[in-house]
Protein backbone atom coordinates (compact mmCIF):
# COMPACT_ATOMS: atom_id res chain seq x y z
CA UNK A 1 0.00 0.00 0.00
CA UNK A 2 2.64 2.33 1.08
CA UNK A 3 5.13 1.72 -1.87
CA UNK A 4 2.16 1.81 -4.90
CA UNK A 5 3.37 3.62 -7.74
CA UNK A 6 -0.49 3.22 -9.28
CA UNK A 7 -3.09 3.64 -6.02
CA UNK A 8 -6.59 3.11 -7.36
CA UNK A 9 -8.63 5.27 -4.48
CA UNK A 10 -12.75 4.23 -4.87
CA UNK A 11 -14.89 6.76 -2.82
CA UNK A 12 -18.66 5.92 -2.17
CA UNK A 13 -21.53 8.36 -2.69
CA UNK A 14 -22.38 8.84 1.21
CA UNK A 15 -18.31 9.56 1.70
CA UNK A 16 -18.91 12.84 -0.53
CA UNK A 17 -22.78 14.19 0.33
CA UNK A 18 -24.46 16.04 3.07
CA UNK A 19 -27.58 14.01 5.00
CA UNK A 20 -29.80 16.79 3.64
CA UNK A 21 -28.41 15.84 -0.11
CA UNK A 22 -26.31 17.25 -2.20
CA UNK A 23 -22.12 17.59 -2.28
CA UNK A 24 -20.13 18.28 1.24
CA UNK A 25 -17.28 20.32 -0.27
CA UNK A 26 -15.60 20.05 3.13
CA UNK A 27 -15.30 16.31 2.83
CA UNK A 28 -14.67 16.70 -0.77
CA UNK A 29 -11.57 18.73 0.07
CA UNK A 30 -10.61 16.41 2.70
CA UNK A 31 -10.22 13.59 0.47
CA UNK A 32 -8.78 15.73 -2.49
CA UNK A 33 -6.47 16.98 -0.02
CA UNK A 34 -5.08 13.33 0.71
CA UNK A 35 -5.15 12.47 -2.60
CA UNK A 36 -2.57 15.45 -3.68
CA UNK A 37 -0.41 14.42 -0.64
CA UNK A 38 -0.27 11.04 -2.48
CA UNK A 39 0.65 12.98 -5.44
CA UNK A 40 3.10 14.95 -4.49
CA UNK A 41 4.88 11.68 -3.22
CA UNK A 42 5.06 10.94 -7.11
CA UNK A 43 2.26 7.86 -7.31
CA UNK A 44 -0.26 8.46 -10.44
CA UNK A 45 -3.47 8.06 -8.66
CA UNK A 46 -6.85 7.15 -10.00
CA UNK A 47 -9.90 8.05 -8.29
CA UNK A 48 -13.30 6.12 -8.78
CA UNK A 49 -16.04 8.52 -7.35
CA UNK A 50 -19.79 7.95 -7.50
CA UNK A 51 -21.91 10.96 -6.15
CA UNK A 52 -23.39 11.88 -9.36
CA UNK A 53 -26.80 10.95 -8.77
CA UNK A 54 -26.56 11.78 -5.27
CA UNK A 55 -25.40 15.43 -5.96
CA UNK A 56 -27.80 15.92 -8.27
CA UNK A 57 -30.63 15.44 -5.69
CA UNK A 58 -30.87 18.97 -4.11
CA UNK A 59 -30.26 21.24 -7.13
CA UNK A 60 -33.30 19.33 -8.96
CA UNK A 61 -35.29 19.20 -5.35
CA UNK A 62 -35.80 15.47 -5.31
CA UNK A 63 -36.32 14.34 -1.89
CA UNK A 64 -35.00 10.75 -2.12
CA UNK A 65 -32.62 8.98 -4.22
CA UNK A 66 -34.87 8.36 -7.10
CA UNK A 67 -36.03 4.82 -8.04
CA UNK A 68 -37.03 4.87 -11.83
CA UNK A 69 -33.86 4.81 -13.97
CA UNK A 70 -34.66 7.84 -16.20
CA UNK A 71 -34.64 10.24 -12.88
CA UNK A 72 -31.59 8.24 -12.16
CA UNK A 73 -30.12 9.22 -15.17
CA UNK A 74 -31.33 12.94 -14.83
CA UNK A 75 -30.35 13.68 -11.18
CA UNK A 76 -26.90 11.36 -12.38
CA UNK A 77 -26.60 14.36 -15.66
CA UNK A 78 -27.00 17.73 -13.38
CA UNK A 79 -24.81 16.06 -10.39
CA UNK A 80 -22.09 14.75 -12.31
CA UNK A 81 -21.58 17.91 -13.79
CA UNK A 82 -21.24 19.35 -9.97
CA UNK A 83 -18.95 16.81 -8.92
CA UNK A 84 -16.42 17.22 -11.64
CA UNK A 85 -16.57 21.28 -11.26
CA UNK A 86 -16.08 20.35 -7.44
CA UNK A 87 -13.17 18.11 -8.11
CA UNK A 88 -11.73 20.54 -10.63
CA UNK A 89 -12.01 23.57 -8.30
CA UNK A 90 -10.40 21.50 -5.10
CA UNK A 91 -7.92 20.22 -7.08
CA UNK A 92 -6.37 23.05 -8.65
CA UNK A 93 -5.66 24.28 -5.17
CA UNK A 94 -3.06 21.33 -5.30
CA UNK A 95 -1.63 22.54 -8.83
CA UNK A 96 -3.52 19.00 -9.96
CA UNK A 97 -5.34 18.32 -12.83
CA UNK A 98 -8.24 16.23 -13.31
CA UNK A 99 -9.28 14.23 -16.33
CA UNK A 100 -13.63 12.99 -16.25
CA UNK A 101 -13.36 9.29 -17.24
CA UNK A 102 -16.90 8.18 -17.70
CA UNK A 103 -17.47 4.23 -18.49
CA UNK A 104 -20.31 2.38 -19.55
CA UNK A 105 -20.02 -1.64 -18.83
CA UNK A 106 -19.88 -1.48 -22.75
CA UNK A 107 -16.40 0.02 -22.77
CA UNK A 108 -15.13 -2.96 -20.85
CA UNK A 109 -16.80 -6.02 -22.02
CA UNK A 110 -15.82 -5.52 -25.42
CA UNK A 111 -11.97 -5.95 -26.02
CA UNK A 112 -11.30 -3.80 -28.39
CA UNK A 113 -13.05 -0.90 -25.67
CA UNK A 114 -11.27 -2.45 -23.09
CA UNK A 115 -7.63 -1.81 -24.84
CA UNK A 116 -8.72 1.22 -25.74
CA UNK A 117 -9.58 2.64 -21.97
CA UNK A 118 -6.48 0.76 -21.01
CA UNK A 119 -4.55 2.95 -23.79
CA UNK A 120 -6.26 6.49 -22.25
CA UNK A 121 -5.45 5.65 -18.69
CA UNK A 122 -1.81 5.10 -19.54
CA UNK A 123 -1.58 8.54 -21.24
CA UNK A 124 -3.76 10.59 -19.23
CA UNK A 125 -1.26 9.25 -16.47
CA UNK A 126 1.72 9.91 -18.11
CA UNK A 127 1.24 13.35 -17.55
CA UNK A 128 2.22 14.90 -14.60
CA UNK A 129 0.08 16.10 -11.43
CA UNK A 130 -2.96 14.81 -13.53
CA UNK A 131 -5.37 12.35 -11.55
CA UNK A 132 -8.26 10.62 -13.76
CA UNK A 133 -11.84 11.23 -12.02
CA UNK A 134 -13.71 7.87 -13.14
CA UNK A 135 -17.71 7.57 -12.71
CA UNK A 136 -20.11 5.13 -14.54
CA UNK A 137 -21.37 6.90 -17.77
CA UNK A 138 -25.03 6.88 -15.49
CA UNK A 139 -26.68 9.57 -17.83
CA UNK A 140 -26.50 6.89 -21.03
CA UNK A 141 -25.89 3.67 -19.26
CA UNK A 142 -29.34 1.74 -20.17
CA UNK A 143 -30.72 -0.97 -17.26
CA UNK A 144 -28.80 -3.90 -19.58
CA UNK A 145 -25.61 -2.39 -19.83
CA UNK A 146 -25.46 -0.82 -16.03
CA UNK A 147 -22.34 -1.71 -13.99
CA UNK A 148 -24.62 -0.72 -11.30
CA UNK A 149 -21.67 -0.07 -8.44
CA UNK A 150 -18.60 1.28 -8.55
CA UNK A 151 -17.07 -1.26 -6.55
CA UNK A 152 -17.01 -3.67 -9.14
CA UNK A 153 -16.10 -0.71 -11.71
CA UNK A 154 -13.08 0.24 -9.49
CA UNK A 155 -11.65 -3.15 -9.55
CA UNK A 156 -11.54 -3.57 -13.12
CA UNK A 157 -10.56 0.13 -13.37
CA UNK A 158 -7.37 -1.13 -10.69
CA UNK A 159 -6.59 -4.15 -13.27
CA UNK A 160 -7.12 -1.87 -16.27
CA UNK A 161 -4.42 0.74 -15.28
CA UNK A 162 -2.02 -1.84 -13.62
CA UNK A 163 -2.76 -0.60 -10.23
CA UNK A 164 -0.72 -1.88 -7.33
CA UNK A 165 -3.14 -0.89 -4.91
CA UNK A 166 -6.72 -0.09 -4.38
CA UNK A 167 -8.32 1.73 -1.35
CA UNK A 168 -11.90 1.46 -0.79
CA UNK A 169 -13.18 4.14 1.04
CA UNK A 170 -16.51 4.20 2.52
CA UNK A 171 -18.41 5.76 5.47
CA UNK A 172 -17.69 2.65 7.45
CA UNK A 173 -14.53 2.59 8.92
CA UNK A 174 -13.46 -1.34 8.08
CA UNK A 175 -14.97 -4.80 7.83
CA UNK A 176 -16.62 -5.86 10.71
CA UNK A 177 -17.88 -9.51 11.43
CA UNK A 178 -21.13 -8.38 11.41
CA UNK A 179 -23.55 -5.28 11.36
CA UNK A 180 -21.24 -2.64 12.62
CA UNK A 181 -24.00 -0.76 14.39
CA UNK A 182 -23.81 -3.85 16.77
CA UNK A 183 -21.65 -4.27 19.97
CA UNK A 184 -20.75 -7.63 19.42
CA UNK A 185 -19.38 -7.13 15.50
CA UNK A 186 -15.59 -6.81 15.71
CA UNK A 187 -13.23 -5.34 13.36
CA UNK A 188 -11.50 -6.84 11.21
CA UNK A 189 -8.25 -5.88 10.24
CA UNK A 190 -6.66 -8.34 8.22
CA UNK A 191 -8.34 -10.81 5.03
CA UNK A 192 -5.75 -13.45 4.45
CA UNK A 193 -7.39 -14.59 1.64
CA UNK A 194 -11.49 -15.82 0.76
CA UNK A 195 -11.90 -18.31 2.99
CA UNK A 196 -11.77 -15.67 5.69
CA UNK A 197 -14.80 -14.20 4.81
CA UNK A 198 -16.91 -17.28 5.49
CA UNK A 199 -19.38 -16.50 8.40
CA UNK A 200 -19.29 -12.62 8.10
CA UNK A 201 -22.71 -11.02 8.36
CA UNK A 202 -23.70 -8.42 5.79
CA UNK A 203 -26.01 -5.97 7.24
CA UNK A 204 -28.10 -3.32 5.09
CA UNK A 205 -26.10 -0.60 3.91
CA UNK A 206 -26.14 2.39 6.59
CA UNK A 207 -26.83 5.11 4.15
CA UNK A 208 -29.64 5.74 1.79
CA UNK A 209 -27.51 7.16 -1.21
CA UNK A 210 -25.03 4.00 -2.03
CA UNK A 211 -25.93 1.54 -4.05
CA UNK A 212 -22.91 -1.27 -3.43
CA UNK A 213 -23.17 -2.16 -0.38
CA UNK A 214 -20.63 -4.27 2.02
CA UNK A 215 -21.48 -7.34 -0.51
CA UNK A 216 -20.22 -5.41 -3.13
CA UNK A 217 -16.80 -4.16 -1.85
CA UNK A 218 -16.40 -7.46 -0.76
CA UNK A 219 -16.72 -8.60 -4.36
CA UNK A 220 -14.69 -5.69 -5.80
CA UNK A 221 -11.64 -6.88 -3.21
CA UNK A 222 -11.90 -10.31 -4.01
CA UNK A 223 -11.44 -9.18 -7.97
CA UNK A 224 -8.49 -7.19 -7.13
CA UNK A 225 -6.70 -9.48 -4.46
CA UNK A 226 -7.66 -12.46 -7.28
CA UNK A 227 -5.49 -10.14 -9.83
CA UNK A 228 -2.63 -9.92 -7.21
CA UNK A 229 -3.68 -6.19 -5.82
CA UNK A 230 -3.85 -5.59 -2.00
CA UNK A 231 -7.26 -3.39 -1.50
CA UNK A 232 -7.51 -1.39 1.64
CA UNK A 233 -11.30 -0.73 2.82
CA UNK A 234 -11.06 2.64 5.28
CA UNK A 235 -13.57 5.19 6.08
CA UNK A 236 -13.28 8.26 3.73
CA UNK A 237 -12.69 10.27 6.73
CA UNK A 238 -9.55 8.31 7.39
CA UNK A 239 -8.32 8.97 3.92
CA UNK A 240 -5.37 10.58 4.84
CA UNK A 241 -4.07 8.17 6.91
CA UNK A 242 -4.74 5.38 4.39
CA UNK A 243 -2.90 7.19 1.62
CA UNK A 244 0.04 7.82 3.61
CA UNK A 245 3.15 6.70 2.27
CA UNK A 246 4.57 6.20 6.00
CA UNK A 247 1.76 4.83 7.77
CA UNK A 248 2.65 2.91 10.47
CA UNK A 249 1.94 -1.08 10.94
CA UNK A 250 0.81 -2.11 13.83
CA UNK A 251 1.17 -5.87 13.77
CA UNK A 252 3.65 -6.62 11.30
CA UNK A 253 3.67 -5.17 7.85
CA UNK A 254 0.24 -6.26 6.43
CA UNK A 255 -1.77 -4.91 9.04
CA UNK A 256 -2.60 -0.89 9.06
CA UNK A 257 -3.76 1.53 11.57
CA UNK A 258 -6.50 2.03 9.93
CA UNK A 259 -9.46 0.34 8.11
CA UNK A 260 -9.07 -3.96 6.50
CA UNK A 261 -6.15 -4.61 4.56
CA UNK A 262 -7.01 -7.24 1.85
CA UNK A 263 -4.01 -9.85 0.97
CA UNK A 264 -3.38 -9.97 -2.77
CA UNK A 265 -2.83 -13.57 -4.27
CA UNK A 266 0.62 -14.51 -5.32
CA UNK A 267 0.59 -13.81 -8.97
CA UNK A 268 -0.86 -11.47 -10.67
CA UNK A 269 -3.23 -12.83 -13.52
CA UNK A 270 -2.78 -11.71 -17.03
CA UNK A 271 -5.26 -9.12 -18.42
CA UNK A 272 -6.43 -11.55 -20.78
CA UNK A 273 -7.60 -14.11 -18.80
CA UNK A 274 -9.00 -11.59 -16.20
CA UNK A 275 -10.79 -10.12 -19.12
CA UNK A 276 -12.20 -13.26 -19.63
CA UNK A 277 -13.34 -13.84 -15.90
CA UNK A 278 -14.81 -10.77 -14.59
CA UNK A 279 -15.84 -8.28 -17.76
CA UNK A 280 -16.54 -10.02 -21.05
CA UNK A 281 -19.63 -10.73 -22.41
CA UNK A 282 -20.44 -13.78 -23.95
CA UNK A 283 -21.95 -14.68 -26.77
CA UNK A 284 -22.49 -18.29 -27.01
CA UNK A 285 -22.29 -21.25 -25.16
CA UNK A 286 -21.48 -25.13 -25.66
CA UNK A 287 -22.55 -27.78 -23.60
CA UNK A 288 -20.04 -30.39 -22.03
CA UNK A 289 -20.69 -33.99 -21.32
CA UNK A 290 -19.56 -35.17 -17.43
CA UNK A 291 -15.97 -36.53 -19.41
CA UNK A 292 -14.95 -33.47 -20.89
CA UNK A 293 -15.94 -31.36 -17.53
CA UNK A 294 -13.72 -33.04 -15.88
CA UNK A 295 -10.91 -33.00 -18.54
CA UNK A 296 -11.33 -29.26 -18.29
CA UNK A 297 -11.60 -28.38 -14.35
CA UNK A 298 -9.44 -31.33 -12.84
CA UNK A 299 -7.18 -31.90 -15.37
CA UNK A 300 -7.03 -29.06 -16.95
CA UNK A 301 -7.18 -29.76 -20.22
CA UNK A 302 -8.47 -27.96 -23.83
CA UNK A 303 -12.08 -28.61 -24.59
CA UNK A 304 -12.42 -30.87 -27.76
CA UNK A 305 -15.09 -32.02 -30.00
CA UNK A 306 -15.70 -34.94 -28.29
CA UNK A 307 -16.64 -33.60 -25.02
CA UNK A 308 -19.32 -31.22 -26.51
CA UNK A 309 -22.76 -32.30 -26.70
CA UNK A 310 -24.60 -28.81 -27.74
CA UNK A 311 -23.95 -25.65 -29.02
CA UNK A 312 -25.84 -22.30 -28.33
CA UNK A 313 -25.81 -18.68 -29.85
CA UNK A 314 -24.00 -17.54 -33.23
CA UNK A 315 -20.42 -17.21 -31.84
CA UNK A 316 -17.37 -16.75 -33.92
CA UNK A 317 -13.63 -17.83 -33.45
CA UNK A 318 -12.04 -15.55 -30.87
CA UNK A 319 -15.67 -14.72 -29.25
CA UNK A 320 -16.28 -15.17 -25.17
CA UNK A 321 -18.21 -18.46 -24.78
CA UNK A 322 -19.33 -19.58 -21.43
CA UNK A 323 -18.71 -23.66 -20.58
CA UNK A 324 -21.79 -25.47 -19.18
CA UNK A 325 -22.10 -28.64 -17.25
CA UNK A 326 -24.67 -31.55 -17.98
CA UNK A 327 -26.79 -29.89 -15.40
CA UNK A 328 -26.70 -26.73 -16.45
CA UNK A 329 -23.92 -25.10 -14.16
CA UNK A 330 -21.51 -22.74 -15.98
CA UNK A 331 -17.92 -24.21 -15.24
CA UNK A 332 -16.10 -22.03 -17.36
CA UNK A 333 -15.59 -19.60 -19.41
CA UNK A 334 -13.34 -19.27 -22.73
CA UNK A 335 -11.97 -17.59 -26.13
CA UNK A 336 -13.97 -19.86 -28.90
CA UNK A 337 -11.28 -21.73 -31.21
CA UNK A 338 -14.10 -22.07 -34.18
CA UNK A 339 -17.37 -20.12 -34.77
CA UNK A 340 -20.67 -22.22 -33.62
CA UNK A 341 -21.35 -24.08 -37.04
CA UNK A 342 -17.85 -25.27 -37.30
CA UNK A 343 -18.32 -26.67 -33.40
CA UNK A 344 -22.02 -27.76 -34.25
CA UNK A 345 -20.30 -29.46 -37.93
CA UNK A 346 -17.65 -31.64 -35.06
CA UNK A 347 -18.99 -31.69 -31.74
CA UNK A 348 -18.96 -35.26 -30.69
CA UNK A 349 -16.18 -36.42 -32.73
CA UNK A 350 -12.60 -37.15 -31.88
CA UNK A 351 -10.29 -34.98 -33.82
CA UNK A 352 -8.63 -37.59 -35.98
CA UNK A 353 -11.71 -37.95 -37.39
CA UNK A 354 -12.19 -33.79 -38.54
CA UNK A 355 -11.20 -31.63 -41.54
CA UNK A 356 -7.43 -30.95 -40.68
CA UNK A 357 -8.21 -26.98 -40.83
CA UNK A 358 -10.34 -27.94 -38.20
CA UNK A 359 -8.05 -29.91 -35.73
CA UNK A 360 -7.65 -27.62 -33.23
CA UNK A 361 -9.13 -27.66 -29.25
CA UNK A 362 -12.94 -25.78 -29.19
CA UNK A 363 -10.98 -23.68 -26.44
CA UNK A 364 -7.78 -24.21 -25.73
CA UNK A 365 -6.18 -24.89 -21.84
CA UNK A 366 -4.48 -21.34 -22.59
CA UNK A 367 -7.95 -19.40 -23.43
CA UNK A 368 -9.71 -20.61 -20.46
CA UNK A 369 -10.70 -19.75 -17.06
CA UNK A 370 -12.23 -22.41 -14.49
CA UNK A 371 -15.31 -21.17 -12.39
CA UNK A 372 -16.29 -23.94 -10.23
CA UNK A 373 -13.84 -24.95 -7.52
CA UNK A 374 -13.54 -21.42 -6.24
CA UNK A 375 -15.08 -19.34 -3.42
CA UNK A 376 -18.09 -17.87 -5.31
CA UNK A 377 -17.83 -14.03 -4.20
CA UNK A 378 -20.92 -12.57 -2.41
CA UNK A 379 -22.51 -10.56 -5.11
CA UNK A 380 -22.86 -13.15 -8.07
CA UNK A 381 -19.92 -12.57 -9.40
CA UNK A 382 -16.84 -15.32 -9.90
CA UNK A 383 -14.67 -15.10 -7.15
CA UNK A 384 -11.01 -15.31 -7.77
CA UNK A 385 -9.90 -19.02 -8.57
CA UNK A 386 -6.66 -19.89 -6.94
CA UNK A 387 -6.11 -22.81 -9.62
CA UNK A 388 -6.07 -20.20 -12.32
CA UNK A 389 -3.67 -18.04 -10.68
CA UNK A 390 -1.46 -20.80 -11.03
CA UNK A 391 -1.59 -20.82 -14.73
CA UNK A 392 -0.91 -17.16 -15.75
CA UNK A 393 1.61 -18.52 -17.83
CA UNK A 394 0.93 -20.71 -20.74
CA UNK A 395 -0.18 -24.61 -20.11
CA UNK A 396 2.89 -26.98 -21.63
CA UNK A 397 -0.03 -28.81 -23.00
CA UNK A 398 0.32 -29.89 -26.87
CA UNK A 399 -2.71 -31.10 -28.36
CA UNK A 400 -2.38 -34.94 -30.12
CA UNK A 401 -5.06 -34.66 -32.58
CA UNK A 402 -4.76 -38.53 -33.25
CA UNK A 403 -5.20 -39.26 -29.64
CA UNK A 404 -6.85 -35.98 -28.49
CA UNK A 405 -4.14 -35.79 -25.86
CA UNK A 406 -2.09 -33.64 -24.06
CA UNK A 407 1.69 -34.08 -24.66
CA UNK A 408 4.30 -31.86 -24.44
CA UNK A 409 5.75 -28.56 -25.52
CA UNK A 410 4.00 -25.04 -25.44
CA UNK A 411 1.51 -23.95 -28.24
CA UNK A 412 2.49 -20.67 -29.25
CA UNK A 413 -0.22 -20.05 -31.36
CA UNK A 414 -4.33 -20.58 -30.56
CA UNK A 415 -6.86 -20.22 -33.86
CA UNK A 416 -9.23 -17.80 -32.24
CA UNK A 417 -7.33 -15.72 -29.52
CA UNK A 418 -7.61 -12.45 -29.50
CA UNK A 419 -4.02 -11.13 -28.21
N1 LIG B 1 -19.98 -6.65 7.93
C1 LIG B 1 -19.99 -5.33 7.66
N2 LIG B 1 -18.89 -4.60 7.92
C2 LIG B 1 -18.86 -3.26 7.64
N3 LIG B 1 -19.89 -2.59 7.07
C3 LIG B 1 -21.02 -3.25 6.78
C4 LIG B 1 -21.11 -4.67 7.04
N4 LIG B 1 -22.33 -5.07 6.64
C5 LIG B 1 -22.95 -4.00 6.13
N5 LIG B 1 -22.19 -2.89 6.22
C6 LIG B 1 -22.62 -1.55 5.75
O1 LIG B 1 -22.05 -1.25 4.47
C7 LIG B 1 -22.16 0.15 4.29
C8 LIG B 1 -21.22 0.64 3.20
O2 LIG B 1 -21.80 0.42 1.94
P1 LIG B 1 -22.41 1.62 1.06
O3 LIG B 1 -23.46 2.32 1.82
O4 LIG B 1 -22.78 1.05 -0.27
O5 LIG B 1 -21.17 2.57 0.97
P2 LIG B 1 -20.60 3.51 -0.19
O6 LIG B 1 -21.61 4.58 -0.45
O7 LIG B 1 -19.35 4.01 0.44
O8 LIG B 1 -20.33 2.65 -1.41
C9 LIG B 1 -21.90 0.72 5.64
O9 LIG B 1 -22.73 1.80 5.87
C10 LIG B 1 -22.17 -0.41 6.63
O10 LIG B 1 -23.24 -0.09 7.51
N1 LIG C 1 -22.54 5.96 -10.51
C1 LIG C 1 -23.36 6.24 -9.35
C2 LIG C 1 -22.86 5.56 -8.11
C3 LIG C 1 -23.06 4.09 -8.04
C4 LIG C 1 -22.46 3.51 -6.73
O1 LIG C 1 -21.80 2.47 -6.76
O2 LIG C 1 -22.60 4.22 -5.59
P1 LIG C 1 -21.86 3.91 -4.17
O3 LIG C 1 -22.42 2.63 -3.62
O4 LIG C 1 -22.14 5.07 -3.35
O5 LIG C 1 -20.39 3.74 -4.49
C5 LIG C 1 -23.32 7.74 -9.03
O6 LIG C 1 -22.34 8.42 -9.33
O7 LIG C 1 -24.28 8.20 -8.43
Excluded: C
Aim: no cysteine.
Amino acid sequence: MAQARTIVVKVGSSSLTTSHGGLDPARLDALVDAIADRVDTGSNVVLVSSGAIAAGLAPLNLRRRPRDLATQQAAASVGQQQLAARYAGSFARHRVLVGQVLLTSDDVVRRAHYRNAQNTFARLLSFDRVVPVVNENDTVATAEIRFGDNDRLAALVAHLVGAEALVLLSDVDALYTGDPRLPESARIPFVPDARALVGIGIADSGSDVGTGGMASKLTSALTATGAGIPVLLAAAADAAQALRTDAPATAGATVRAVGTVFAPAARRTSARLFWLRHAADATGSVTLDAGAVRAVLERRKSLLPAGIIAVHGDFGAGDVIELIGPDGVVVARGFAGHDAGEVAGIRGRSLADVAEELRHPVVHADDLVRLTGSSAAPGGRPGPDRADDRRAEPSDEHIDPDTDRGTGAPDDEHPGSPR
